[in-house]
């Protein structure tokens, strides 16, 4: 209950700031509200797109907190928390090292619509996990699905990037990755680009046939 009273508060306090205005893509969550509180959760979840084009302004940090809470609020093994968060909505960083990125990948920056190497998101939230724990992964997995669904409740798009953090592991990105100060034997696993959506895109199909009942 605790931590459901802080979520709604930090929620309150994003619409206080103007952080949490909806997006065009948030009418069906909105929408979702007015019905019961399960229906509205899986509103969101079958709301939910990867985000590949967003606005230039980066996620308030008191919008973004609450997400981050969610995050560190999922469920992982034996209570290890085998994770390590690491937030940057500095332009000069993500800029920085998307020159490195262009440089490295030139047909990269070929498309009339690239901005950055985190799929153009302004604010990009960097997970990494313990191998010490064979269960790290997927603890890390179960955090990040947290905060996407938190911030699509919010009108906040994202989209979970592998891509960029293989390239930080490479010897020309080591300083940036250096920068985020992982502790000793943390492995950077991946990244999520969050941001306010400039595209509404289609749901893709899903093999329902994957799924099936066990007697």
């Excluded at 947290?146 to 009108?155: D, E, F, K, P, W």
């Amino acid at each position: 209950m605790k931590t459901w009273k802080k979520i709604v508060g930090g929620l309150c306090l994003c619409a206080a700031v103007g952080g949490c205005a909806p997006s065009a893509q948030d009418g069906k969550n909105a929408a979702a509200e007015a019905g019961s509180p399960s229906d509205a959760v899986v509103e969101t979840i079958m709301a939910r797109r990867s985000i590949r084009q967003y606005k230039a302004r980066p996620v308030n940090r008191d919008t973004l907190q609450v997400i981050l809470d969610c995050g560190i609020n999922a469920p992982n093994g034996q209570n290890k928390q085998s994770w390590e968060v690491r937030v940057v909505d500095n332009p000069e960083f993500i800029n920085g090292l998307t020159a490195l990125y262009t440089k490295a990948n030139p047909k990269a920056a070929e498309d009339p619509s690239f901005r950055n190497m985190f799929r153009n998101a302004p604010t990009v939230v960097f997970i990494a996990n313990d191998p010490s724990y064979d269960f790290s992964q997927v603890d890390c997995g179960l955090l990040g699905g947290n905060m996407i669904l938190a911030a699509q409740s919010m009108g906040i798009g994202s989209c979970c990037l592998g891509g960029p953090a293989r390239f930080m592991e490479t010897e020309e990105a080591a300083g940036y990755l250096e920068q985020l100060g992982f502790s000793e034997g943390y492995k950077l696993l991946y990244c999520i680009g969050f941001g306010y959506p400039d595209e509404s895109p289609a749901a893709k199909p899903r093999i329902r046939e994957k799924v099936k009942f066990v007697d």
